[in-house]
């Protein structure tokens, strides 16, 4: 496992559970928003190492509950399930953050009860969807194999949009809430600028006002639709 980078408290990103955040490096997407492209792109050969990790989980026993693993891409790491149970062994809940590009290995590690809760990234509609990946080749069979796993049920999860003016459109949107028509939960997140995305070029902000219209419209759709960042 390549491990950029822990963040030692979070009480936002794994829902009812005080949580770390562990940082995995390399992303096969290039989302021109996204705001880790130093651990998309950057170079680094300054990593964590597991026994880092798990040694720090042993001394917050009592402390955290719980353990986000993000990215980059963490499913990019053939490895990743051996480190998942070493978390388990610890005692810790495992919220997995994922682009759904690999299927097969997120279903492994579902099957496995290795995860608690997921979170899927539903980068646009299916139309748009490379140029939300930053126009790179995709295999759409893949994420939508994905996508069909977390809305049947197998794991607590949860779909979200990095909402951004300039990648999506009212028309990507709504084509997008009818694909993931019937998910459990569903975050519109804010797009935010910041000195660490890999192409800010002609993105900015939706209002929040524009905002509530696309969730007002999501709600038609999936079953708890709220927005994140405002």
């Known amino acids: 496992m390549k491990l950029a980078g822990m963040q030692k408290l979070t009480l936002l990103d794994f829902p009812s559970v005080v949580a770390c955040v562990v940082f995995t490096?390399?992303?096969?997407?290039?989302?021109?928003?996204?705001?880790?492209?130093?651990?998309?792109?950057?170079?680094?050969?300054?990593?964590?190492?597991?026994?880092?990790?798990?040694?720090?989980?042993?001394?917050?026993?009592?402390?955290?509950?719980?353990?986000?693993?993000?990215?980059?891409?963490?499913?990019?790491?053939?490895?990743?399930?051996?480190?998942?149970?070493?978390?388990?062994?610890?005692?810790?809940?495992?919220?997995?953050?994922?682009n759904g590009t690999n299927p097969e290995l997120l279903e492994s590690i579902i099957k496995g009860s290795l995860v608690d809760y997921v979170a899927m990234d539903i980068k646009n509609s299916p139309r748009e969807y490379s140029k939300a990946a930053g126009d790179l080749p995709l295999d759409m069979e893949k994420i939508e194999r994905s996508k069909n796993l977390l809305l049947s049920g197998v794991v607590n999860y949860e779909f979200r949009t990095t909402v951004v003016k300039g990648i999506h459109t009212d028309e990507s949107m709504k084509e997008l809430f009818e694909w993931i028509s019937g998910a459990e939960k569903y975050y519109l997140q804010q797009f935010k600028p910041s000195d660490d995305l890999i192409d800010p070029s002609g993105l900015s902000e939706f209002s929040p006002d524009e905002l509530k219209s696309f969730c007002n419209t999501a709600s038609a759709y999936v079953k708890c639709a709220q927005i994140r960042g405002i």
């Open 25 to 98: 490096k390399g992303c096969n997407f290039r989302c021109p928003f996204c705001h880790n492209a130093s651990l998309v792109c950057g170079e680094n050969s300054d990593f964590l190492s597991e026994d880092d990790i798990i040694d720090f989980l042993r001394r917050r026993q009592g402390i955290l509950e719980g353990v986000v693993i993000t990215g980059g891409e963490p499913l990019l790491h053939g490895d990743i399930p051996d480190f998942l149970k070493r978390i388990k062994e610890e005692g810790y809940l495992i919220k997995l953050d994922t």
